[in-house]
């Protein structure tokens, strides 16, 4: 029997999720994955591909030395992060080389999920990204969603959540891509400086919009 081509599946959108620390962008995350969106989550990308068997693993450590190794083998990421977070130089370096193929790994995942001959595919593919300006990785995607806090909130909120000093918590949120900026970047913005049932509501709006599809 041929196919029906008023059948034939539509091409499933990918969505770039960012927002800057303490904004509420996991939480968006975990609502959408729950609502049926393959998510790619690119801290679990970036732990991927510096793993002995990932693809920037040679280079990281020709870069920065067999002292950030665990007794196993692995990159001891607290090692790492101390070299980087103490040297912009070392920080871009580790960029360079882990940003490109991360995003090689997400573009053969978007494309595996496309390819899926299934019955009830994703409504959405998710980008999960904090940095996914500064990466390049917006590149990926169809639309971009921005989670975004104001700037005291996010503070506050890192303060709370981290046992952080306030002086600790500001340099986090300076050393990230300012608000308005992703606001012009973005598709849309979500803004999370209210109660969760009123982000809830806002991202229900979105995920409609997109997917054509209730959520209770």
Known sequence: MSADPTQVPRRIPVIGLTGGIASGKSTVSRWLAEWGAHIIDADQVGHAVIAPDGEAYPEVI??????????????????????????????????????????????????????????????????????????????????????????????ERLIARNSLSREDAQARLDSQLRNLERARLAHAVITNDGTLEELRDKVKALWQEQTGLSVC
Do not use: Y
């Open 62 to 155: 020709l870069a920065f030395g067999t002292e950030i190794l665990n007794e196993d083998g692995t990159i001891s990421r607290p090692l790492l992060g101390k070299r980087i977070f103490s040297d912009p130089g070392a920080r871009l370096r580790l960029n360079e080389i882990s940003h490109p193929r991360m995003g090689e790994r997400m573009a053969r995942e978007i494309r595996r999920i496309r390819a899926l001959e299934s019955p009830h595919p994703p409504p959405l593919i998710l980008l999960d990204a904090a940095i996914l300006f500064e990466a390049k990785w917006d590149r990926l995607c169809d639309r971009v969603w921005s989670v975004q806090s104001d700037p005291e909130i996010a503070v």
